[in-house]
C-alpha cells in the first residue's frame, strides 16, 4: 500500500507541475508571478519531477515548435510521422536534449518569455542529479516494498517526465473526440481526464492554447484550473486573459 501510495503520489505531483509550470507557464504564460514565487515553483518542479526532470526553456521551445507546426512532418512529437510510441518518444528526446545543450537554434518566433534559472537547469538536467533521485526512489523501494513486481513499477519513476509527454503526444493526436477543426489531428481523448490532469483535451488546447481551462464543454473537466482559479484568488498568481 506504501509504495502504491507512493507511485500515485509521484505521478500526480510530476505531472501537476509539468502542466503547471513548464506548460501552461513557461510555454505559454498563462499566467503571471512574482521572481520570488517563479523560484519556488522552480524547486518544486525539480523535486517532484526527480529523475526526469524537465528544463523549462527546452520544453517551452519544443512545445511552442509543436503548436506552430501542429501534425506537419515539422512537429517535434506528431504520432502520424512515427510506425510507434517508442520512436517517436526517440525522437522527442533527441530534439529536448539539442534545447538543453543549446545546439540547436530555435527559429526566431520562439525564444523568450520563458523563466531560466541556470543553477537548477544545470543540476537538474545532470546525470548525476538523475542517478541520485533514481536511487532514492530504489532504497524506498528496497524499504518498503512487500511484493517483488512492485518493483517493476520504477523504470516509471526514473521517465516520469517523457512517459507523461508520450501519453499525450500520442493519445491527443490520435484517439478521441473533436469539438474543433483545427487543422490538425488533435483529439480529446476521453471527456473525464483526471489520469494526465486535463492534458488530454489537446483538441481544446490547440484551439485555445491561451486558456487556462483545458476544458471546454460542461462535462469536461481540468483538474489542475480549479487550483490555479485558487492561486489567482490569493494573489499567487495572477491569470491572463484569454485570447
Not at 90 to 96: E, I, P
Amino acid at each position: 500500500m506504501i509504495i502504491l501510495i507512493f507511485f500515485l503520489a509521484h505521478w500526480f505531483l510530476s505531472l501537476f507541475f509539468q502542466t503547471f509550470f513548464q506548460h501552461r507557464y513557461a510555454s505559454h504564460r498563462m499566467f503571471t508571478t512574482s521572481k520570488a514565487w517563479e523560484r519556488i515553483f522552480y524547486v518544486m518542479a525539480y523535486l517532484f519531477e526527480g529523475a526526469s526532470f524537465l528544463n523549462p526553456r527546452a520544453y517551452a521551445l519544443m512545445h511552442r515548435e509543436h503548436h506552430a507546426y501542429s501534425d506537419t512532418e515539422k512537429d517535434p512529437h506528431s504520432p502520424h510521422f512515427f510506425v510507434d510510441i517508442f520512436q517517436m518518444m526517440k525522437a522527442t528526446v533527441k530534439t529536448f536534449r539539442d534545447y538543453v545543450q543549446r545546439t540547436k537554434d530555435p527559429e526566431a518566433q520562439f525564444p523568450g518569455h520563458y523563466p531560466e534559472w541556470p543553477l537548477v537547469d544545470r543540476m537538474g538536467s545532470s546525470i548525476l542529479s538523475r542517478l541520485l533521485f533514481g536511487a532514492a526512489y530504489t532504497t524506498f523501494y528496497i524499504f518498503f516494498a512487500t511484493q517483488w513486481w512492485l518493483f517493476l513499477l520504477l523504470p516509471i519513476h526514473f521517465m516520469m517526465g517523457p512517459i507523461h509527454g508520450a501519453i499525450v503526444n500520442w493519445c491527443g493526436h490520435k484517439y478521441g473526440y473533436r469539438n474543433f477543426d483545427n487543422k490538425d489531428k488533435s483529439k480529446n481523448t476521453t471527456p473525464f481526464d483526471f489520469l494526465m490532469l486535463g492534458e488530454l483535451f489537446q483538441n481544446n488546447h490547440h484551439k485555445h492554447p491561451n486558456s487556462a481551462n483545458f476544458g471546454n464543454k460542461w462535462f469536461e473537466f481540468d483538474p489542475v484550473y480549479p487550483v490555479i482559479k485558487l492561486m489567482h484568488w490569493m494573489r499567487i498568481i495572477k491569470l491572463r486573459k484569454a485570447y
